[in-house]
């Protein structure tokens, strides 16, 4: 619904195609440093799909306001075909109300317009960087009703890392037919494979257990020889809209992505007192299939007084997923152990660890497997939304809800075909055989089946905004959200079980404002935010990745975001953050282990951005040149769940100098791109999904220069 963001009683950042651009973005997680309150965590080196939004995590990424990952895969995504990113905060519970507690994030990708584009362009880096990327788009008939965009990329760069590579390969062709100025249709498929050599970061200070490890960033302590990992996405899209007068118009939107990852690397185990990285071979894959569609009516009309604007929608989702693997991180091999501070000195660095390779092909060797698992869920929901304004539009007032209908069912096990069947008819089975702890090593050759589960809920959402002046405005909201605990690690208990689902709460009040007649927007929210029904470690357990479902948190702070110009020729994008977020229950009581009262994994008390860019137009002599420069701030941030150590804050400086010129009247673009002038030493996130935290801790990338030829014909 296109209600102006003045008059939206909540808090959304949108990340323009023109800032990843200007900042030279090649991932997603790039751009999010733009928004308040949020930090992206890394697993394996790579993918977005950990981010966190004002304090818990959120592995839910849409694509057109469609589900666009299986919450048991790692989806990387591109930039080549990103016309703009938008983060909504907190359970935006209306329209998505499976979402996560912190918000979600929405991909708007690169749709047929009406203008021609021809642009090309070429960046290379400082690291073996080669990036070639394009945007065609144009009318493929004379009456200019069919219209068709081509975009992609094709990336090959080393990166800061020793050893590492990665090889991209991303194209996303779209269709859109307008038979008449009220219907169109929009189609799109999107293909991303990406080949990358994985590694798992840094470790731990051996000599100080409260700081990483002072060796290089650029140290890779996997070796030259990892095998290349995968990750293959393909999706596919439409859209279709008619407007059926003035007053209604109807949207069907569908999505089906199919997501494959595979990976083979040396996990780390441990670091004893000496520097030795204690390690072993592990491998896995995962296969998922996601459908989304959704069915929306929108009406604007007038009644007793007062301006609707309503929504009524249905949409339906189901994710398939199938995950597998071999080896494991605990007994480590010592075969495989590596000297962080003399790795050339190791086995891994002087010859091929063969076992990387014996595991690497996860599902052709299934009788090799340490564990697999199958995932299947339904999930159907119907929502409503009116936003009502009144008093010659001084006074707005927002309300709906949906009602959820989820459905969730899961098998486990060593051996044999998960078949989907299993979990359709299948009642909760251990084998007669295994006792004690279903995973442990005497048991792992028998299948355990878990049952379905079904939950409801109802999730509102109310909001009520005042608009004393058209400039600004002043809002208040309360809203809960209802998301399901299916993931790859915490899905179900010890004897798979499928978890209940989280249900988070929000009051936010806040307000908004138009700077500069009505180019910048500045958002100030303060909000208290809290989640239950979290999975946490089962003490009572034997199995030590069991989970049970007791755990609570809250998060509460202060953002500012602003976003547009100050005048024509000068953007600006920039967020401060002030966040607490804490364990408020948890069933472990003992003093030394328990995360009570903590501060929750990753999430900096502080944290700002600031970025703003200049076409000089005043200066006649200088007319064509573009300067930007850019602030990032991020404060000290807990390592893991028990606050054992942390990852220290830093301040990360940017810049950006660009020409635009004609060459035989096409205009071309000559842009460089200095990212970490400073050559801070820095540390982005840890890997909490697939590995212990305080074995693998990601440094930020030291100075790079990255130049960017484009043009537009």
């Not at 979600?104 to 090309?120: E, F, G, Q, S, Y």
């Not at 062709?173 to 999107?190: G, I, L, N």
């Amino acid at each position: 619904m296109a209600i102006p963001m003045i008059q939206l009683p909540a808090s959304v950042k949108v990340v323009p195609g023109e800032v990843i651009q200007d900042q030279s973005i090649t991932d997603i997680k790039g751009a999010l440093e733009n928004v308040s309150g949020v930090q992206s965590a890394q697993t394996q080196g790579g993918n977005a799909s950990f981010t966190r939004i004002r304090g818990f995590q959120t592995p839910r990424i849409f694509r057109n306001g469609l589900l666009a990952v299986s919450p048991t895969n790692f989806t990387d995504f591109g930039t080549s075909n990103i016309e703009r990113i938008e983060v909504m905060k907190g359970p935006d519970a209306m329209l998505y109300g499976r979402s996560d507690p912190g918000g979600l994030i929405n991909l708007i990708t690169k749709r047929p317009v009406v203008d021609r584009i021809h642009m090309v362009q070429q960046r290379f880096g400082k690291y073996n960087d080669y990036f070639t990327e394009w945007d065609m788009a144009d009318s493929l008939n004379a009456d200019k009703s069919l219209f068709y965009r081509f975009s992609g990329g094709y990336l090959n760069t080393g990166g800061f890392v020793d050893f590492s590579r990665a090889e991209r390969v991303h194209v996303n062709p779209s269709v859109a037919w307008h038979p008449d100025e009220d219907t169109t249709f929009v189609a799109d498929v999107e293909y991303y494979n990406q080949d990358y050599r994985p590694t798992l970061g840094l470790t731990i200070n051996p000599f100080n257990t409260t700081r990483p490890a002072d060796v290089p960033v650029s140290r890779n302590l996997e070796g030259p020889y990892v095998p290349l990992s995968n990750n293959n996405n393909v999706f596919v899209g439409s859209d279709f809209t008619h407007r059926f007068n003035d007053t209604f118009t109807f949207k069907q939107r569908f999505l089906a992505a199919f997501l494959h990852h595979d990976d083979a690397y040396s996990s780390h185990a441990g670091v004893d007192g000496i520097g030795n990285v204690l390690k072993n071979a592990f491998s896995q894959q995962n296969d998922s299939d996601v459908y989304g569609t959704n069915l929306d009516l929108l009406g604007h009309f007038d009644f007793l007084g007062a301006h609707h604007d309503t929504l009524l929608g249905f949409d339906y989702q189901r994710v398939h997923s199938i995950y597998g693997n071999q080896g494991r991180f605990f007994p480590p091999n010592p075969m495989l152990t590596v000297n962080m501070y003399y790795p050339w000195t190791s086995n891994i660095y002087t010859s091929i660890p063969t076992a990387f390779y014996d595991w690497q092909r996860v599902f052709d060797r299934p009788r090799f497997l340490n564990d697999r698992q199958a995932n299947l869920s339904n999930q159907e929901g119907f929502y409503f939304q009116d936003h009502i304004t009144l008093l010659d539009g001084k006074v707005h007032i927002l309300g709906g809800g949906r009602f959820d209908w989820f459905w969730q069912g899961q098998a486990r096990g060593a051996t044999g075909d998960l078949a989907e069947s299993y979990i359709y008819t299948q009642p909760y089975t251990i084998s007669p055989f295994a006792t004690g702890n279903p995973f442990s090593a005497a048991n792992r050759q028998y299948t355990f089946f878990a049952p379905t589960r079904f939950d409801s809920a109802f999730s509102p959402r109310v909001g009520l905004l005042v608009q004393p002046v058209p400039w600004a405005s002043f809002y208040g909201s309360w809203t809960q959200g209802f998301g399901p605990n299916v993931n790859a690690s915490v899905g179900a208990d010890q004897f798979n079980r499928p978890f209940a689902p989280g249900k988070s709460e929000q009051i936010e009040i806040g307000a908004k404002a138009e700077w500069f007649e009505g180019r910048l927007l500045t958002t100030l929210a303060l909000y208290n935010l809290t989640k239950t029904n979290i999975p946490v470690r089962d003490i009572t357990s034997l199995d030590p990745t069991a989970v049970v479902l007791v755990g609570a948190a809250r998060s509460r702070g202060v953002e500012l975001d602003a976003t547009g110009k100050i005048l024509d020729n000068l953007s600006l994008i920039s967020s401060f953050t002030y966040m607490d977020a804490r364990v408020t229950k948890d069933n472990n009581t003992d003093p030394a282990t328990t995360t009570l009262g903590r501060r929750l994994i990753g999430v900096p008390r502080y944290q700002g951005s600031f970025w703003a860019k200049w076409d000089i137009k005043e200066i006649s002599e200088l007319d064509g040149f573009s300067l930007g420069f850019g602030v990032f701030v991020v404060g000290n941030r807990q390592g893991d769940d028990q606050s054992t150590f942390q990852l220290p804050g830093y301040v990360r400086l940017d810049a950006m100098a660009a020409y635009k010129f004609k060459v035989m009247g096409n205009d071309v673009t000559a842009q460089l791109n200095l990212r970490n002038l400073a050559n801070t030493r820095y540390f982005e996130s840890v890997d909490n999904n697939f590995s212990t935290p305080r074995l693998s801790i990601y440094p930020g990338a030291p100075f790079n220069a990255m130049g960017t030829m484009r043009v537009a014909f």
